[in-house]
């Protein structure tokens, strides 16, 4: 069963960064580089959405609008970790940020084409 465990989340100030990382682990027969790896994140009440994705081999990496331009999504296979690096934050990114693992190597920008998600890790933007 692949595991996927995110860290970095925090309280930060508008303008600020934090680098979100999530670790995999727990591949039987695949490897991390068999899996597209996206960021999702969710706030209370609201519908998970979509925010960065990357190909197995850190190609064709891709942001929604709302964030491009300050964070960035990449990959480390021989780590087995996926990163976002997040900049300029503002208070509209506060959410629960979750990584996602889809088996095939691409990413997808739907919650329902990922076979595997971390539990999350709370990031805080305060104004």
Request: proline content about 1%; overall charge negative; aromatic content about 14%.
């Amino acid at each position: 069963q692949v595991q996927l465990v995110e860290s970095g989340g925090g309280l930060v100030q508008a303008g600020g960064s934090l680098r979100l990382s999530c670790v995999a682990s727990g591949f039987t027969g695949f490897t991390f580089s068999d899996y597209g790896m996206g960021w999702f994140r969710q706030v209370s009440g609201k519908e998970r959405e979509f925010v960065s994705g990357i190909h197995w081999d850190g190609g064709n990496a891709k942001s929604v609008d709302s964030v491009k331009g300050r964070f960035t999504i990449s990959r480390d296979n021989a780590k087995n970790v996926v990163y976002l690096q997040m900049n300029n934050l503002k208070p509209e990114d506060t959410a629960v940020y979750y990584c996602a693992a889809r088996f095939g190597g691409g990413w997808s920008a739907e919650v329902d084409d990922y076979d595997y998600w971390g539990q999350g890790t709370q990031v805080t933007v305060s104004s």
